[in-house]
């Protein structure tokens, strides 16, 4: 049983919840400054939703790539706590049905807590809810296979970026707006970025087990044009949301920008050096974090229709 829970909690990595904490903290910074109410209640049992959902998605992704053998295929010395999966079952800590079960009863709590908001608070989120859990499970699962066929990417931004915020915004306020669409671009972008940095370690493996995101289909070498452009994308829809809100403050997300400079540095310079390149996948997730923070300050303060 203790290897269990060892395997469940490596497998559930909490510390990547991060990923889905950001976007659904700005959305509900968005409600309060629409409403200047927000129900605690509700917010917590989405934000419940939201991590079985990840959970799930870990597990349903650890069981594919250990399959392919992607996960088999990385070497010793590019093993990192950034890519590779949660190696869980290369590790030992769980079998392949340990992980499937856990991968259903995460999904099937994530449904039951999404059927529950729909009939006591808000009926249009079942769309959101049927949309997020088809992504978690076709990003790895087949007939759609979105990480394997260069879908992956943008599954991802989509996800934790327009989806999760406006769904998050619908269930607080029991309204839509495409401000909060718009609003959901930087986190899309960024997350992006999170998930690109992250395959560079794991191109070889990638390779081999037939995992063609588009890391692998462009080269390392085109890819860090793209690494550029997913920053340039995130600060120039800050720089259109502080249009759109007529509000100067949405520019603080702009606080991170160095940092983006040097992580593509870092890419450019250490695409082939594991070691060295892990700075890069590091600094990535903090601007992450720390745009993220700014923009949840910024939706706090303003938002005008």
Not at 87 to 93: E, L, Q
Not at 123 to 152: Q, T
Not at 285 to 295: D, H, K, L
């Amino acid at each position: 049983m203790e290897r269990i829970w060892q395997g469940f909690w490596q497998l559930s990595d909490p510390k990547i919840w991060i990923a889905s904490t950001i976007p659904m903290f700005i959305a509900a910074a968005l409600s309060y400054g629409y409403t200047r109410t927000i129900d605690i209640g509700w917010f917590v049992l989405a934000l419940l939703g939201i991590y079985l959902i990840e959970i799930g998605k870990n597990a349903v992704n650890e069981f594919v790539d250990y399959q392919t053998g992607v996960d088999r295929f990385i070497t010793e010395d590019k093993r990192n706590p950034f890519s590779g999966g949660k190696k869980t079952i290369v590790d030992g800590k769980l079998t392949m049905k340990e992980t499937m079960v856990i991968a259903v009863l995460t999904l099937l709590g994530a449904l039951i807590i999404g059927i529950f908001i729909t009939i006591l608070r808000e009926p249009s989120i079942f769309w959101v809810g049927v949309v997020g859990l088809a992504l978690a499970i076709f990003y790895s699962v087949p007939p759609f296979k979105l990480n394997y066929r260069g879908m992956g990417e943008l599954a991802v931004g989509l996800a934790f970026g327009p989806l999760i915020m406006c769904g998050t915004f619908l269930l607080l306020t029991g309204t839509w707006n495409w401000l909060v669409l718009i609003a959901g671009l930087p986190v899309a972008f960024l997350i992006t970025a999170v998930l690109w940095i992250n395959q560079y370690p794991d191109y070889e493996a990638d390779i081999k087990g037939g995992k063609r995101n588009w890391l692998v289909r462009i080269g390392k070498e085109n890819g860090v044009i793209i690494y550029a452009l997913l920053f340039i994308g995130a600060y120039v829809s800050l720089v259109y949301l502080a249009i759109l809100y007529k509000n100067p403050i949405w520019l603080l997300g702009l606080i991170s920008t160095p940092l983006a400079v040097k992580s593509i540095n870092i890419t450019k310079k250490q695409k082939n050096n594991i070691p060295k390149l892990l700075e890069a996948n590091q600094k990535t997730i903090q601007i992450y974090i720390i745009t993220g923070i700014a923009m949840t300050i910024a939706s706090i303060l303003t938002f005008n229709i």
